[in-house]
């Protein structure tokens, strides 16, 4: 939420968390087969799991069985390359007859708050402005944008990262809904002074190439951002969960883009720093690329030891039948997409990515002489 090119996980080398008490141990296998939903249905995943633990299933593992075709025409062996095992979540999954007004006028207001203190305490110069003395004491490190550029990363990805590792913890001593306002509150503004810091200096540095006059290479390069947005932000399936108006959870999704890579931030950062690094094509512009696709690498891989830790056999499953390279679960057979595959991204979650990454396209003039204005 806080940037295009920001986001994830450090882990503790020393004193690895301990697997939680609720892991599956595949000793049975209790089938549940749910028919003609047209997609996986996140509330009976979680009802099943409530029946099975009151039911003495806590030993056993059980997998959602959910067909998303038409069933009423379906041979056994069709339904058999059809059928879909979900353990995980229904990524994206919008009911908008449960959603509560109420929810998104506090929504609404803690939005209101949250930017009216990050303006006031960080931004705003006329405020108390530790935006500008922060960025004024990295700067005094290197006379080298590139340097300061990296630094910037580095401080927002230990922050970002080591509170990420560090959640269980956190909530277990403070509770789910104050160690999420502890983690937003930290690297919110960590991260606006890094991307403030690179709209500034982003054509510093030493020029390596010069290829915007190539015909077509804008065209590319702004498809390729649009579609770098659907990777980068899954956080937006559930809004009301990042600004702790529900009470946040760590999700285990599968489907949507997850069916495409299990690490969609991941694969989203690498497409938007390509595609800036290509068009700008300068030092600073490589460093930052560098410094985000390296935090988001050890995403991937802290973000499998936590899901991990936290849902066990379940992870496993999902992991079996996904992939971090994007479409290499599919090419070799261990995903299979339904056929009505395409309805899973025609959902409010995704539509609201669209409307946001095509205003902020717009609004890059603003975003521009807001930054300038800053003199960061």
């Not at 030493?206 to 290479?217: D, E, F, I, R, T």
């Not at 700008?280 to 985000?292: C, E, M, Q, T």
Request: charged residues 15%; aromatic residues 12%.
């Amino acid at each position: 939420m806080a940037t295009t090119s920001l986001s994830v996980l450090l882990s503790n080398p020393f004193s690895p968390p301990r697997p939680h008490h609720h892991r599956f141990t595949p000793k049975n296998q209790t089938h549940l087969t749910i028919r003609h939903h047209p997609r996986p249905n996140t509330t009976s995943i979680l009802s099943c799991n409530s029946v099975l633990r009151c039911c003495s299933f806590r030993n056993s593992k059980f997998q959602l069985r959910t067909s998303m075709g038409d069933t009423a025409k379906k041979t056994s062996e069709d339904d058999e390359d059809e059928t879909l095992l979900v353990v995980g979540e229904d990524s994206a999954f919008f009911d908008l007859a449960r959603q509560k007004i109420s929810s998104w006028l506090l929504f609404s207001l803690v939005l209101g708050v949250v930017l009216f203190v990050l303006d006031f305490a960080w931004i705003d110069n006329s405020g108390l402005g530790l935006g500008n003395a922060f960025i004024h004491a990295v700067s005094e490190l290197s006379d080298s944008p590139e340097v300061v550029m990296l630094t910037l990363i580095l401080i927002f990805a230990i922050v970002h990262s080591g509170l990420a590792s560090l959640r269980d913890v956190g909530e277990k001593l403070i509770g789910e809904r104050a160690f999420r306002v502890l983690f937003a509150g930290t690297s919110l503004p960590l991260a606006v002074s890094t991307v403030v810091y690179f709209i500034n200096h982003r054509y510093g540095g030493l020029q390596l190439w010069q290829l915007q006059s190539v015909p077509g290479l804008h065209q590319l390069v702004w498809l390729s951002n649009f579609i770098s947005f659907f990777f980068l932000y899954p956080s937006t399936f559930n809004l009301l969960e990042v600004a702790a108006v529900e009470k946040p959870k760590m999700h285990l999704w599968e489907t949507g883009i997850m069916r495409i890579t299990r690490h969609p931030q991941m694969v989203g950062q690498v497409m938007w720093c390509l595609a800036h690094t290509i068009w700008i094509g300068n030092s600073v512009a490589v460093a930052a690329s560098l410094g985000l696709i390296g935090h988001h690498l050890f995403g991937v891989w802290n973000g499998d030891r936590r899901l991990a830790i936290r849902y066990g056999e379940a992870f496993e499953d999902v992991k079996k039948r996904t992939s971090v390279i994007p479409f290499a679960a599919i090419l070799d057979g261990r995903q299979k997409l339904p056929k009505d595959y395409y309805k899973e991204f025609i959902r409010v979650p995704y539509l609201t990515i669209t409307a946001l990454t095509l205003g902020a396209y717009f609004a890059h003039p603003l975003m521009q002489a807001a930054s300038f204005g800053l003199h960061w």
